[in-house]
RNA sequence: GCGCCCGUAGCUCAGGUGGAUAGAGCAUCUGCCUUCUAAGCAGACGGUCCCAGGUUCGAAUCCUGGCGGGCGCGCCA
């Protein structure tokens, strides 16, 4: 980041002189292979018809420039068909661990959101039944993407909407209550339609440990809602723990009843309707969004009178809109993603920028066991729930495997391999390069050396793997802006990924600790003590602990 | 039928707003522990970036058309 922000503005100071700015496709970027230098730029190919001269003479005259002027670049050249290369000096470098150690945690921090309001909403589960793992790739997204915004500048917002109105729950009410009876008359059959997981057996003899016989006489609607009302309590008092057990944290549980309570729907349909979005149609309330992109007008109230499940999510948008943030992310599931023109629509309809609207499509995980598929059905398991799995292979593996990958694409979630401390979970990978300079520095105080690294003379760290960790180091704020910009945690996965293969390998060839050169072993010491730092950061990113050993 | 996503090494996947010889881990093979943690390191092997055209100085990347896989096309949620 340092680096390529300085490049940019001593091109700029190169470029002046010739009645040239660097254009904004230019490209500032570590070339393919090392041995052309630090960086590359592109900027000559894209500017030679401006200067009025070939690629490679103009950028014969900014090397020029550079290596003359600049007293950070140690060389700069022309390669190929116009690139320019240019390599820092090592006190250039050197200077990263400087940075990373003054600002600590807070190094690789950015102002990109410029403190905007943003609202990331995720796993949203009905309250139905317990979370299973595919509800846990979507918990660790959200809240990795939510922790990485705040990093980069925004004010966070987490959310959960619970979908607390509607025909799942009615459905939740009446499959508890039918188990419930089933302990008084075990003839009675199961609800066809109904919820059958074991849950439902445990939640119905919790209710009748509470009520006895009472529900027996009651009409059938109250007894169903005191039913509904016990499990939803219930079931999200285990979702909470589940989230919580998964180190996720929701700073808003949000109810979709308090919306129509609080008359909300209503209010967005007149919204809609004073912006000339509705009308009316075989008995039905419609939202022309073919106005807005999408491929067919939507239905918000059906002939019956009900409302539908997308007016209630209009009105839930709104409100958050309403509430004063600029950027609303939804976390769905893939199988959503028809959904999206339409909600898109609606932001747009509420005078918004479709863009103030991101959805993150996760798709299904795959759960295996040494390679076999585990049944993944609601009815015939609980492998596939999320306690159960972290059960099994604990919170910083299972979120780092899920961090790992892009959010839409497919994953396989093998237990046996997650569960293995090898490198198939590149978790443990990482965590022990950490753990590992931690040692170093318990192995120094023990031993009575003084580390001190803000006074540690820099200068020493010059060899081809001091430099190698140095420049890592120093594109840590880029890892960090290109997760954030994009939406994706597995930019700061992969980051993390190699600058952890980089310590191993300095760890390998450098005794950090020398008694016969306490200088070099500060320097060295100060190095790995920012390596450390960066190293916490992004697995905080991440949700993902940093041992001190293992 | 229409729409969206995906197709990169034996496996799991990065790279995808065009840039130099396409990367990482796993697996396989060969070396390295009397030395700060071997959950580690070094090296080898491994490719028609699904196919065919097109755009241009240059395409894994952009466009068109195919092939293969997933998902979606309700007055369901």
Redesign the pocket.
Known sequence: MRAATFLAEALGRALAPLGLTLPGRA?IEP???K??GDL?C?CC??LAKDAGMPPRALAEKLAASLSEGEADIAAADV???G?L?VTFTPAFWQRTVRDVLAQGADYGRLRLGAGQKAQVEFVSA?PTGPLHIGHGRGAAIGDSVARILRFAGYDVTTEYYI?DA???MRLLGASILRRYRQLFDPDLPMLEEGYKGEYIGDLAREVRGAHGRALLDMPEAEAADLCYRYGMDAIMAGIRKDMDDFRVGHDVFFSEKSLHAAGKVEEAFAFLRERGHLYD????LWFRTTDLGD??D??LR???G?????AADIAYHLDKFRRGFDLVIDVWG??????IPRMKAAVEAMGKDREQLQIILVQLVNLLRGGHQVAMSTRSGEFEELSAVLREVGTDSARFIFL???A?????FDLDLVKQ????N?V??VQ?AH??I???AR?AGEAGVRLDPETADLSLLTTGTDLDVLKCLERWPEAVEAAARSL?P??VS?YL?ELA?LL??Y???????DPAAPALTRARAALLSAVAATIATGLDLLGVTAP???
């Open positions: 490209v070339p393919k292979d041995k052309f590359a592109n190919m894209l390669a190929g068909p690139f290369n009905n979908n509607g025909l799942q149609k075989d008995g039905a491929d067919k939507r239905v059906k002939s019956t009900e409302l539908t499940y997308f893939a199988d959503h993603h028809g959904y790992s990958r892009k839409d694409s497919k994953l396989d401390q090898s490198m198939d590149p443990y990978y022990y753990a590992r931690r040692s170093v192995k994706s597995h930019h992969y990924q293969g191993h390998r760890y390998t060839l450098n005794k950090v600790l001190e050993t293992m």
